[in-house]
């Protein structure tokens, strides 16, 4: 690295001199196993489905890692799924309704509550297991309670509460490339680089996300609305920040479990995404205004 004009260089790209602005959220984090990869992989793509962003879904949610027969419970493959909200009264509304729903409902699966504390016990299978309808059975093993509900290839194992923790959501960085091809190819070159590190996930379509946005709207009802500072089409008609030959830009956006987990993933997936054709990689921020947690680019790449 060396220092530029604009900020730090690395792989000739300017990493400006800027911050992301994240948010205190709450976090669950869910163990669930099943019979193969076929069936993990439908559980996640399921459980995940519509969490990109809080903004309007009802959560953020992921895969933070695969994990091996001997870190879960009953022994067989599975993987850490996170989950993310404003509170944990909304985890408690959420979780249960996606672990009935998405993972119930798939073959084999075994859900466990990930977390070992936290601020509170969300339910899990203490609400789940009634549909049951009466033939539920409870199993206390080792201090954890856990729910056998019948279903059709034999039982559903659910774990009877879940911890919620504090997290960290919102970290982010902007990739800036010559041309689409080159930002899309930087981005997974970034997310790449982020997926296999733990306590995190990148809760947006394969990790990205097109339609950066900003706080507010000229329409009254919407909370949020595109970023035009960073969208090619409206240079010349708004105070663009896109740097000069920029024509793509792709936003990282990071939940994790703690602020240390996030500046990890991002240090990680900015070295990963520069180089050539990638001319600047910044990051979005609300003046410090929204956020408690400001990731300094500068400061967590020296």
């Not at 729903?101 to 016990?121: F, I, K, N």
């Not at 997290?167 to 982020?194: D, W």
């Amino acid at each position: 690295m060396n220092d530029a004009r604009t900020g730090v260089e690395i792989a000739g790209t300017q990493i400006e001199d800027t911050f992301a602005e994240a948010f205190r959220m709450r976090v669950a984090r869910l163990v669930v196993t099943a019979h193969d990869d076929f069936w993990l992989d439908a559980a996640v793509r399921e459980f995940a489905g519509y969490s990109s962003s809080i903004i309007s879904c009802d959560s953020e949610a992921g895969l933070e890692r695969p994990l091996a027969p001997r870190e879960t419970p009953d022994g067989r493959k599975g993987v850490a799924l996170l989950v993310f909200g404003f509170s944990a009264d909304a985890l408690a509304e959420v979780v249960p309704n996606r672990v009935g729903q998405c993972l119930m409902t798939c073959p084999t699966t075994a859900v466990y509550d990930g977390l070992s504390e936290g601020e509170q016990r969300i339910p899990l299978g203490k609400t789940i297991r009634y549909f049951g309808d009466g033939f539920q059975k409870s199993k206390l093993i080792a201090g954890r309670r856990y729910w056998r509900v019948p279903v059709m290839d034999g039982e559903f194992v659910v774990e009877h509460t879940a911890h919620v923790a504090k997290g960290v959501g919102g970290g982010n960085f902007i990739v800036q490339g010559t041309s689409a091809v080159a930002a899309l190819a930087a981005a997974r070159r970034a997310i790449e680089a982020i997926n296999p590190l733990p306590s995190v996930i990148t809760p947006f379509p394969g990790g990205v996300a097109r339609s950066g946005s900003k706080v507010g709207s000229r329409y009254k009802k919407l909370k949020a609305s595109t970023a035009d500072e960073y969208c090619p089409t409206l240079r010349g008609r708004v105070q663009t920040k896109l740097a000069e030959g920029a024509n793509a830009a792709y936003e990282i956006v990071i939940d994790g479990l703690d602020e240390a987990a996030v500046a990890h993933a991002m240090t990680e997936g900015i070295r990963a995404a520069a180089g050539k054709d990638v001319l600047a990689i910044t990051a979005g921020n609300y003046g410090g205004k929204l956020g408690k947690f400001h990731f300094h680019l500068h400061e967590i790449l020296s």
